[in-house]
């Protein structure tokens, strides 16, 4: 079945350093894909999305890019503020599904 | 429109009881889906409504749940005889047709079950 996977984390940064979340989906025909953010106490937050490959998606600082040779769609930033610091999650929606199917998402604590 | 609204946020119920919750979505989105979170895991599907309609339910949703969005504006899902098994996070979002351009969350009912 289509599924996400993302890189575990935590991942633990200093201020302004470069941020790469890794994201790979399984999935039949075209998927649109999605990174949301959910910060503490908040619900979830659509940061970008891309709907075909070779699309990059952006927003606040933040891109990623469609690869459909590699399935991959990684979350980066480069440099990361200590007010980035929430959990990332990557998504996609296939062409016949209506649900958005989630990874389990990668913790991002930015320290200064 | 402020975006998609739950109530309560929090609920702290008894096993056994019967719980719902209820969601607003945005006022011109005719897509509502329920999902539930579990502490580091990403949210998963439970079911959708275009407009009145239900037209999907995850095999997540068993008998004890039940969604209605009656008259295609605002959604309750309930939970009978509750399981502590039930305790999670229930997200509401909401969408324009497809969902293309992403979906709108709200900021959840947190369920504890004890």
């Known amino acids: 079945g289509d599924s996400v996977t993302q890189m575990e984390g935590p991942v633990t940064l200093s201020e302004e350093a470069f941020l790469t979340i890794n994201c790979t989906y399984t999935a039949t025909g075209y998927p649109s894909l999605f990174w949301y953010v959910q910060y503490p106490g908040e619900g979830l937050q659509l940061l970008l999305k891309a709907t075909k490959a070779d699309d990059k998606g952006s927003n606040k600082g933040f891109e990623a890019t469609y690869r459909k040779e590699t399935t991959s769609f990684h979350l980066e930033k480069g440099s990361v503020q200590v007010s980035d610091s929430a959990v990332y999650f990557c998504a996609l929606r296939t062409a016949a599904g209506t649900a958005l199917i989630f990874g389990k998402g990668t913790t991002l604590s930015v320290s200064s | 429109d402020t975006g998609v609204s739950q109530d309560p946020r929090h609920k702290i119920t008894k096993r056994g009881q019967n719980v719902t919750f209820r969601c607003d979505p945005i006022?011109?989105?005719?897509?509502l889906y329920w999902y539930r979170q579990t502490l580091g895991q990403g949210p998963e599907f439970l079911t959708y409504?275009?407009?009145?309609?239900?037209?999907?339910k995850s095999r997540l949703l068993s008998d004890r749940f039940s969604a209605e969005r009656p008259k295609g504006s605002f959604s309750t899902l309930e939970i009978q005889r509750t399981e502590q098994g039930d305790s999670a996070m229930y997200l509401c979002?909401?969408?324009?047709?497809?969902?293309?351009?992403?979906?709108?969350f709200g900021s959840g009912t947190r369920l504890t079950v004890v």
């Open positions: 979002a909401s969408s324009l047709w497809d969902g293309q351009d992403g979906y709108t």
């Open positions: 409504f275009q407009n009145e309609a239900q037209l999907e």
């Open positions: 006022s011109e989105h005719n897509r």
